[in-house]
């Protein structure tokens, strides 16, 4: 029996690898993915970096660049002297990151909260409120605490209590020059005076650093620094040592003739320098917490007066300008009265015949009304209008006021003899020291200033010379012999004219409250200065300007003389002193 051998079944060559079904469809779709990433990557990358880079440069300059302010202190203020009048100091202001205050717990140490409060004189719950929003991340829990404060908030060591240095206003003077210098805001803006005025000339700008840093907190690139532009200083004219004199002498004058005010201004005859400007009542800078509108008036420039019979030197000046009369001639003033349109005008008696330095001595009113009668209404406004009346004297301060003229048409005999002894217009303490130092400096009338000049400033002629030499004397007899012996200062010639005013009333005629003025110059023999003091509603029977405003006068004058080592011109009159040996 024959035995078939299997037979092999035949091996097919070059079969080709069939791929399992969806295979190939997965892949372009992979392909297809990635393509798809990487073109959206690119495409950002694109935006980022071309179309719109600003967004995440700023966000990387936050984590990297730092700033930093170059602080300049606010400019001084400073007398003639150099004496400082307001200058700035270092202070610790306290502020807070609530949020950092949140991360710690640190509420949760009721008793250095407590410590704190009291430090600011404030109740707990209200310091702890200004904290509780852990949103913020600044808050000032005290602006420019102490010294002593500031170290106590150190050792209290509360977290997310800080201390950073601010500056604060210093007024060394005082009360003295408050009224001048102003005062500025906890912020170190102006808010008064010649703070107010010259803000942005004590200012300065501060400074600017900027640089990048890195994460462990190194300077690795400075990027730009802009240097801070200092502030200026304002040298004023004020000497503060006849300033602090004006104001003493005016403060113990106030409260002595129980007024409601009073002002004296102290004028460099050669330069048109105001030496001092003082009021009374005046505050303190420096403590803000009795503040009160009525104090801080400056009353020299802003509250203007009938000022009496202080204009009849001007009267008188403008009969000799007008050639109606001479140095010589004398005016009849008898009975004592005159009856002008049913009105009277009267002097205390009958002075009888007086010379023109008579009319200033008795300070006649009929006198200086006959005078002004003759020369008619316009010269008369004009003398007035001349010496800066009803107009601003220059100083360019805030607040001046330039009193009140009267414009009309027509002037009766009587608006006209009123005007001749100071009632009928108002003016303002400086503007009569203005108009009196165009009398002491031989007719020459300039602006005033508040600030020191190396020379005079220009004048305008406006008096002759003569003429104001000839009224100068005649002002000495009434400080000699007249109304105002009380302004009398030792070893000085004085020239001068008092003035007494009753004041108006808001209903009109006038009403029981005074005004006592006393305008003078010194020395009489070579014009140094002119001072005028005022004081406002004298409620003493004395409440007349020689004896509530002239003494005043004598003993700021007489310290004043002293300081600017004045020789003296009027020794003849005064006793003679020896040494004495052995404290005799």
Known sequence: MAIRSPQKKPVKRNRKNTPAAGTQWRFYLAVSLLFGVFSVLIARAAYIQVISPERYSEQGDMRSLRSSSLSVQRGMIVDRNGRELAVSVPVETVWADPQR???????????????????????REDLVAKVSDPERRFVYLQRKVTPSEANYVKQLNIPGVYLKTESRRYYPTGEISAHLLGLTNIDGKGQEGLELLYDEHLTGTPGQRTYRKDAGGRVIEEISQTEAEQPKQLTLSIDQRIQATAYTEL???????????????????????????????????NNRADLQSYKMRNRAITDSYEPGSTVKPLVVLSALENGLHKVGDSIDTSPGWLRLGGRRVSDPRNYGELSLAGVLEHSSNVGVTRMALELGIEPLLQTYFDVGFGNDTG?????????????????SDFELATLSYGYGLSITTLQLA????????????????????ESPLPAEQIFNADNTRAVLRMMETVVTDGTAKNARVPGYRIAGKTGTTRKASATGGYGDEYVALFAGIAPASDPEVVVVVTINEPATDDYYGGT??????????????????????????EPMKAAGLGGQ
Request: glycine share 6%.
């Open 434 to 453: 203005r108009a009196y130092t165009a009398i002491a400096s031989g007719g020459q009338l300039r602006p005033l200033t508040i600030f020191r000049q």
């Open 395 to 411: 100083i360019s301060l805030l607040g001046e006021s330039m009193g009140m003229f009267g414009n009309r048409r027509r002037w």
């Open 251 to 285: 403060k113990k004058a106030v409260r002595y003739n129980q007024a409601t005010s009073g002002s004296v201004v102290v004028i460099d005859v050669a330069t048109g320098e105001v030496l001092a400007l003082v009021n009374s009542p005046s505050f303190n800078p």
């Open 548 to 573: 509530a405003a002239a003494p005043v006068f004598s003993a700021i004058v007489g310290q004043t003389m002293r300081l600017l080592n004045v020789a003296p011109d009027n020794l003849d009159n």
């Open 101 to 123: 205050i949140a991360e710690y717990n640190a509420l949760a140490d009721t008793r250095r909260w407590q410590a704190l409060a009291e430090t600011f004189r404030m109740n």
